[in-house]
């Protein structure tokens, strides 16, 4: 569903089509969502899918893309951390990754909770002796010499093969293992090795596993239930108010609890409660890594057999949804219930806080301009020395936080000299010519338009700034962020007129942040720029030298004039240098 500016506002599905969109034109079916959605409504698209499998997960993807308004939204919806385990390479890494995706390899997460993440790494890595470096192989097998990890144990040193793969790889079974939460299987594992270590006369190497097996025996403590039951299940609860709801997930690994996360949800007037949980299955399951035998809820769900069967898709073997009423998982529900419960006492005012110097700034700074609510808002900042290495930064504040993802860098092309009003004319001329040209694309940088414009600047750049708004036939608001005689940001001028908001400083510790984000970035675009800059070699200029051929060619031969003096011999004994480089090397500098 769209309205009038072409903004997708709710994205759904429905067996019968033309049903389901008749309900929100019915006075009888309209309950507060629907009123207020219907009033907004000015077009439809539809997709046809062959299955409602195929349906549900195009509505997730589809909801996940353009975050319509009327959907439930996750808080701060980004992609959570996974722990990535490499197992279709040739001796296996662990690490953080943001991406998930289908290669074969084992992923175990999201992590909502950094602290967590960061505790379980390390864990992995100073209890297993296992690779962290990017090194291929077999091509870089007694390529380099063992690192420090090694020489710490931190490292079995596969690259210089001091560890078969066979035994590299229990290594890596039993840090799956820990992942999974099957501290029994790993426990035996290293209790086997330890007592042939032992009889053996290898007293150091048999110490290391018992210490291994007190750290993982300690990690085992925490882990409080226990079921006779083994299978994994994820136990799903939550608490909400007015406007949010948190949700609590205790994962449930081989009979024990490996851990927990909460997820914040927004937008919640609309919804009822059995779509807020259908909903939140839907968002969390369609990018989580995996999908648990068993799923129990606190109340049942209207498409509760769909789902399951989607989520069997996922799992490629059946999973279960169920509602316990009685007994241990009946206790695990209401565990987590209690607990989304304390989360959301806990949040709701850290909640006001923020949306109080977000969202409730905006709202005030947007009253005092006699604008609508400023939902988006982009500032612009020009750098340069004396008009070299000229440069611009735009970022993007949206409901009062910064959105990094769409923040943007300018090289000033055109202008010469230092001409901070001509440059940017020039920036803005080249962002919303890219928004005219991209506006009907789909995942376009520039595709969206801001409710208002901040400048680093006063008249001066307001002006300038107008003129080009007005050539493209484009009317949005700008306003010129000022300082006071001691640099500290003091209001806003719009309109010719300066407004002072020393006297809120809600809204004017927001305009200060936007001024000093859009400063640093500039800054720090800028900085980078002369240093690549100075960091220039002629080298540069050869066509068939690039980074990684410049930077071996200096560490070889140590200084340009050694290069310039080389023969096609002692160029070819560079790495990555062959012959038609050596050539060319060869002849720039002899021409």
Not at 283 to 303: N, S, W
Not at 480 to 499: A, S
Request: proline share 3%; glycine share 4%.
């Amino acid at each position: 569903m769209y309205d009038k500016n072409d903004i997708v506002i709710y994205v759904g599905k429905a067996k019968n089509l033309k049903n389901r969109v008749g309900q929100y034109f019915q006075n009888s079916q309209k309950n507060i969502k629907t009123k207020a959605m219907v009033e907004k409504i000015v077009k439809f698209e539809y997709i046809v899918t062959n299955s409602e499998i195929e349906a549900l997960v195009l509505e997730n993807n589809l909801i996940k893309k353009y975050q319509p308004e009327y959907n439930i939204r996750l808080k701060d919806d980004k992609t959570y951390p996974y722990i990535k385990v490499t197992t279709n390479e040739l001796f296996p890494r662990v690490f953080v990754t943001r991406k998930y995706i289908n290669d074969g390899n084992k992923y175990f997460g999201p992590y909502t909770n950094g602290q967590v993440l960061k505790e379980n790494i390390e864990f992995i890595h100073n209890l297993f002796p296992i690779r962290t470096c990017r090194l291929k192989f077999p091509r870089d097998i007694k390529k380099y010499r063992p690192c420090l990890n090694y020489d710490i144990k931190k490292c079995s040193a596969p690259c210089n093969e001091k560890i078969n793969e066979e035994e590299y790889n229990k290594i890596i079974a039993n840090v799956l293992d820990f992942l999974n939460g099957k501290y029994d299987d790993i426990l035996k594992a290293l209790e086997k090795e330890m007592l042939y270590l032992s009889e053996n006369l290898q007293f150091e190497k048999a110490i290391e596993k018992r210490n291994q097996i007190e750290a993982i025996k300690n990690m085992a403590k925490s882990q409080v239930v226990e079921e006779n039951n083994t299978e994994d299940r994820d136990v799903l609860a939550f608490a909400k108010d007015e406007n949010q709801a948190i949700f609590e997930i205790f994962f449930i690994r081989s009979g024990k609890i490996v851990g927990r996360e909460h997820f914040l949800i927004e937008n919640i007037q609309y919804v009822a409660t059995y779509e807020l949980i259908e909903d939140f299955i839907k968002r969390f399951y369609g990018g989580t890594a995996f999908v648990p035998k068993e799923i129990l809820l606190e109340q049942d769900i209207e498409d509760k057999e769909l789902i399951e069967k989607w989520l069997s898709s996922v799992k490629g073997r059946k999973v279960s949804i169920l509602v316990p009423k009685k007994g241990d998982k009946q206790k695990l529900v209401a565990m987590a219930k209690q607990n989304a419960i304390i989360s959301l006492d806990k949040f709701s005012s850290r909640i006001k806080q923020e949306n109080e110097r977000t969202i409730g700034a905006i709202e005030k700074i947007s009253k005092s301009l006699d604008l609508p609510y400023l939902k988006r808002i982009e500032a612009y900042d020009i750098s340069n020395i004396q008009g070299a290495y000229a440069v611009a930064s735009m970022i993007v504040f949206e409901d009062g936080k910064p959105l990094r993802t769409d923040y943007r860098k300018f090289k000033i092309k055109y202008i010469k000299g230092p001409n901070d009003y001509a440059s940017m004319q020039e920036v803005l001329s080249r962002r919303f010519l890219r928004y005219i040209k991209e506006q009907k694309q789909d995942n376009a940088k520039f595709s969206k338009l801001p409710d208002t414009i901040f400048l680093d600047g006063g008249l001066g750049q307001i002006n300038a700034g107008l003129c080009i708004l007005d050539s493209l036939g484009l009317d949005i608001p700008i306003c010129g962020m000022v300082k006071d005689d001691k640099h500290k940001t003091r209001g806003l001028i719009y309109n010719g007129i300066e407004i002072n908001f020393e006297k809120d400083p809600t809204s004017l510790h927001l305009i200060t942040r936007i001024q000093d984000e859009v400063h640093r970035f500039a800054i720090e675009y800028h900085r980078k720029s002369v240093a690549k800059a100075l960091t220039k070699s002629v080298l540069d200029e050869i066509d068939t030298i690039g980074e990684k051929r410049k930077t071996a060619l200096l560490k070889y031969f140590g200084n340009l004039e050694n290069i310039k003096k080389a023969s096609i011999e002692e160029l070819l004994k560079v790495e990555g240098m062959n012959a038609k480089a050596c050539q060319s090397v060869y002849k720039f500098f002899r021409k």
